[in-house]
T-cell receptor, first 113, second 112 residues
Framework: DAGVIQSPRHEVTEMGQEVTLRCKPI?????LFWYRQTMMRGLELLIY????????DSGMPEDRFSAKMPNASFSTLKIQPSEPRDSAVYFC???????????FGPGTRLTVL | AQSVTQLDSQVPVFEEAPVELRCNYS??????LFWYVQYPNQGLQLLLK??????LVKGINGFEAEFNKSQTSFHLRKPSVHISDTAEYFC??????????FGTGTRLQVFP
């Protein structure tokens, strides 16, 4: 099993640009989570999906952030427009109903200049 | 609301010494507790978990943790650390195992 796949691994962009982060969960997993990790705030849950439906997006910081899951094998997290304070490592994780273990991807390190 | 407090942001220790990483949680209901480890430039991976039953939980790489309900703690321990244990350790709490609330992490630095 390839595990959770995230792309790109690194992204450097300029303030105001649109950024799209991608995630492919483990096959068969029906839950998908997006986290953000910063030095100041640690690891924060942004949003999670069950069977491609957003269940809790209370952690999404503001309207500039949006997430979609068009099918069971793909999700995106979009930031538009990006700001320097969005610089962080963004993790995607997946699990299946009945499991208590989340499997994390390697993360995308985003730098907004 | 749930919350997790990791009291130490950094813990330096010499190789082969014992270590304890502290974690306290707050919740109004029964909880599930987890420790995850993050090696440099990698995602998190599960170290161990407490769901129910025995309060002493054993995980991978020789780590163990003890759930103490009266003290609302879930401290992580290892009797003898290795250089390879150098990593960031995260305590997490959940009321339903779907949604995890993570602590701010403790960086364990093992010196030779």
């Amino acid at each position: 099993d390839a595990g959770v796949i995230q792309s790109p691994r690194h992204e450097v962009t300029e303030m105001g640009q649109e950024v799209t982060l991608r995630c492919k969960p483990i096959s068969g997993h029906d839950y998908l989570f997006w986290y953000r990790q910063t030095m100041m705030r640690g690891l924060e849950l942004l949003i999670y999906f069950n069977n491609n439906v957003p269940i809790d997006d209370s952690g999404m910081p503001e309207d500039r952030f949006s997430a979609k899951m068009p099918n069971a094998s793909f999700s995106t997290l979009k930031i538009q427009p990006s700001e320097p304070r969005d610089s962080a490592v963004y993790f995607c994780a997946s699990t299946h109903g009945g499991s208590d273990t989340q499997y994390f991807g390697p993360g995308t390190r985003l730098t907004v200049l | 609301a749930q919350s997790v407090t990791q009291l130490d942001s950094q813990v330096p220790v010499f190789e082969e010494a014992p270590v304890e990483l502290r974690c306290n949680y707050s919740s109004s209901v029964s909880v599930y507790l987890f420790w995850y480890v993050q090696y440099p430039n990698q995602g998190l991976q599960l170290l161990l978990k407490y769901l129910s039953g025995s309060t002493l939980v054993k995980g991978i790489n020789g780590f163990e943790a003890e759930f103490n309900k009266s003290q609302t703690s879930f401290h992580l321990r290892k009797p003898s650390v290795h250089i390879s244990d150098t990593a960031e350790y995260f305590c997490a709490v959940s009321e339903d195992t779907d949604k995890l609330i993570f602590g701010t992490g403790t960086r364990l630095q093992v010196f030779p």
